[in-house]
Nanobody, 120 residues
Framework: QVQLVESGGGLVQAGGSLRLSCAGS????????MGWFRQAPGKQREFVAG???????NYADSVKGRFTTARDYAKNTMYLQMNSLEPEDTAVYYC??????????????WGQGTQVTVSS
């Protein structure tokens, strides 16, 4: 059974930083892409960042230059470093895994989500 478990969410003031982690189990993640999505209250779920099986990253324009994603292949873990946080970043953040080597289309597996709240 594939599992993705996020951690590291919480409450932070605007301008602050948080680091999310995602631990995967139940399959080999190193050969496929992973990604982060988020959903704010009353809004649709949106793509935040993706990382391919070879470590190539891409980001939503809204977080480019502030967020960085990386993965530890040996630990089946992915990270999202979030700096210069803004109240607009408040959302539930989801870790995802794809069946493809690149983060394209819809992910196949999703974590349960972790809440990030940025106060002004």
């Amino acid at each position: 059974q594939v599992q993705l478990v996020e951690s590291g969410g919480g409450l932070v003031q605007a301008g602050g930083s948080l680091r999310l982690s995602c631990a995967g189990s139940g399959r080999t993640f190193s050969t496929t892409a992973m990604g982060w999505f988020r959903q704010a209250p009353g809004k649709q779920r949106e793509f935040v960042a993706g990382i391919s099986s070879t470590g190539i990253t891409n980001y939503a324009d809204s977080v480019k230059g502030r967020f960085t994603t990386a993965r530890d292949y040996a630990k089946n873990t992915m990270y999202l470093q979030m700096n210069s946080l803004e109240p607009e970043d408040t959302a539930v953040y989801y870790c995802t895994s794809y069946v493809w080597a690149r983060p394209q289309g819809s992910p196949t597996w999703w974590g349960q989500g972790t809440q990030v709240t940025v106060s002004s």
